[in-house]
């Protein structure tokens, strides 16, 4: 929240509403929390819905306990996994009902029915067997729910406030439980979607709040902070993943405490620049109450009580809306449109770029669990270093140098020999470290860019386009038929498209946080004037 304490009396007391004490500490650990949960929701499909080694279950041939590997009598040149040879049964007979690979005619079946290596997944519990496509395309409903989310989750976090929104949130993933009771492909596939669209849109009112709270001096920290959760929650659900591998416990571990978030009614507090700019400014004051006596503040209940509404807004250089601005006014406002495309497009290559790093790094050696654990810590890096330059030299140059460095990296080591594969390693690393970099500082830009009265549906709307980004990215491998260097040129390409794009929005670093799209196109038309 941004105080004026320009001809006000007790000035200095409400610019402690400005620093980080307390309530802010609570505030923060409270959103951070779902957070953190909503993340193992977010990539539980990792581990649930894994590929497990399966073959064919060919019943006259097999023995009581039938393993995965490949029997002796199975035929050659046979795919084990998807097809399984017809028994010949008069030769089945002559040779006392055991199979050899003479055994067989020449005619193969498909199969319906697998041994499979464990039951870790929902790929033996659904018996999806040599279907790959199928355990794959859960990943691709969860992504589709997330990108409905983003957007409805904006719209009702504008209208209906910050907190209800989180709370509708952080308890929505509850319903995944009902995964563990679904025998149907079809039927997990909808409750997969069901809870993604439940659950992700924290990600985008989460950081809203988190802004809002946080004031002026912090709004870098905000978006730090928002990352770091969301990382702590990845490497938590990881080490989960790897105590509880099966899946139906993991889901009941991670899911069922989301429960617990109704608390969040009587303990989570509503962002006050929201209720102030809605007019609420009884509850605004309410809240203002509890940050005085939490961080302990020279302002008492009965003179913050006593402070008109007039004088309450302009100490917190607020302008209330005579209208409530609408998704007609954003779209006939020039300035809030262009912001909105250029965001939206750092928002798709940011994570176009990140998860398609991921999809094309090769796979560490070792178990897979740490070697999860080691792709989230990667990024943690990499928010360190956004924290500092955005800080000390601004947020769009900050992006612009980021999307760049990561292109030339990119395509520096898709051209370094093979046979330098330390050297092509480090390049990987550094490219994946600027990305993030850049992931990190477009939520924190683009909050700034946007005003209080439609931030929550513009921020999702960019938050979509990420989500786009991130369902694009698993199929740039299939680009490599056609020519090696094709995925990373495509990748260095949008970053850097991504660097032209920012030159048409302005430095938020030393900028207010703007409320309504009006207070926007006033400092437009200044900027213009004084060209």
């Known amino acids: 929240m941004t105080v004026n304490v320009n001809n006000s009396v007790g000035g200095d007391a409400y610019l402690g509403f400005e620093k980080f004490g307390r309530f802010h500490y609570i505030q923060c650990l409270l959103v951070c929390l779902p957070l953190m949960m909503v993340s193992m929701i977010h990539v539980n499909y990792i581990f649930v819905a894994e590929d497990v080694n399966h073959r064919c279950l060919l019943p006259e041939c097999e023995d009581a306990n039938p393993s995965v590997e490949v029997p002796v009598w199975w035929p050659k040149d046979v795919d084990a996994r998807c097809f399984k040879p017809v028994v010949d049964m008069q030769a089945y007979d002559r040779s006392n009902q055991t199979c050899s690979n003479n055994t067989f005619v020449e005619i193969l079946e498909e199969?319906?029915?697998?041994?499979?290596?464990?039951?870790?997944?929902?790929?033996?519990?659904?018996?999806?067997?040599?279907?790959?496509?199928?355990?794959?395309?859960?990943?691709?409903?969860?992504?589709?729910?997330?990108?409905?989310?983003?957007?409805?989750?904006?719209?009702?976090?504008?209208?209906?406030?910050?907190?209800?929104?989180?709370?509708?949130?952080?308890?929505?993933?509850?319903?995944g439980v009902a995964k563990i009771f679904i025998k149907n492909y079809y039927a997990y596939l909808g409750?997969?979607?069901?809870?993604?669209?439940?659950?992700?849109?924290?990600?985008?009112?989460?950081?809203?709040?988190l802004i809002e709270v946080g004031g002026e001096s912090q709004r870098v920290l905000a978006g730090f902070i928002f990352s770091y959760a969301i990382y702590v929650g990845e490497v938590i659900f990881a080490f989960i993943a790897l105590t509880l591998k099966y899946w139906k416990t993991l889901i009941l571990v991670v899911y069922t405490p989301m429960v617990l978030f109704l608390a969040y009614i009587f303990v989570l507090k509503e962002s006050t620049r929201w209720q102030l700019l809605r007019g609420k400014t009884e509850e605004a004051k309410d809240t203002l109450k509890l940050i005085a006596k939490l961080n302990k503040l020279n302002l008492t209940s009965e003179e913050i009580t006593q402070i008109s509404d007039e004088d309450l807004r302009f100490?917190?250089?607020?302008?209330?809306?005579?209208?409530?601005?609408?998704?007609?006014?954003?779209?006939?406002?020039?300035?809030?449109?262009?912001?909105?495309?250029?965001?939206?497009?750092?928002?798709?290559?940011?994570?176009?770029?990140?998860?398609g790093l991921a999809v094309h790094a090769v796979l560490l050696p070792g178990n897979k669990y740490m070697n999860f654990v080691l792709s989230s810590v990667a990024s943690f890096p990499g928010d360190l270093i956004a924290l500092y330059v955005f800080k000390k030299y601004g947020r769009k140059i900050s992006l612009q140098c980021g999307y760049v460095i990561s292109a030339t990296f990119l395509i520096a080591q898709t051209y370094t020999p093979d046979s330098i594969s330390w050297l092509k390693i480090v390049l990987f690393l550094c490219g994946k470290l600027?990305?993030?970099?850049?992931?990190?500082?477009?939520?924190?830009y683009s909050l700034e860019l946007f005003p209080t009265?439609?931030?929550?549906?513009?921020?999702?709307?960019?938050?979509?386009?990420?989500?786009?980004?991130?369902?694009?990215?698993?199929?740039?491998?299939?680009?490599?038929?056609?020519?090696n260097a094709l995925p990373s040129i495509l990748f260095s390409s949008t970053a850097i498209l991504a660097a032209l794009l920012l030159t048409l929005t302005p430095e938020t670093k030393m900028l207010p946080m703007f409320d309504t799209i009006e207070q926007v196109e006033k400092y437009k038309s200044k900027v213009m004037t004084h060209l």
């Open 315 to 355: 100490k917190f250089n607020i302008v209330i809306q005579k209208e409530r601005e609408s998704f007609k006014d954003i779209l006939v406002s020039r300035e809030i449109m262009l912001r909105l495309i250029v965001t939206s497009f750092c928002f798709f290559t940011s994570s176009f770029v990140y998860y």
């Open 111 to 175: 199969c319906h029915q697998w041994i499979y290596d464990n039951e870790n997944s929902i790929v033996s519990e659904l018996n999806l067997g040599c279907k790959s496509w199928k355990s794959t395309l859960v990943g691709g409903i969860h992504n589709a729910g997330m990108v409905f989310s983003m957007i409805v989750t904006g719209l009702i976090a504008d209208k209906v406030g910050r907190k209800p929104t989180i709370i509708i949130c952080s308890i929505g993933g509850v319903v």
């Open 453 to 483: 009265s439609v931030r929550g549906t513009l921020f999702g709307c960019g938050n979509t386009a990420a989500r786009v980004g991130s369902m694009l990215a698993p199929l740039t491998p299939l680009l490599v038929k056609e020519l």
């Open 191 to 209: 409750v997969e979607f069901l809870e993604s669209v439940l659950a992700s849109g924290l990600y985008t009112v989460a950081v809203v709040l």
């Open 434 to 444: 600027s990305v993030v970099v850049c992931f990190t500082g477009v939520y924190t």
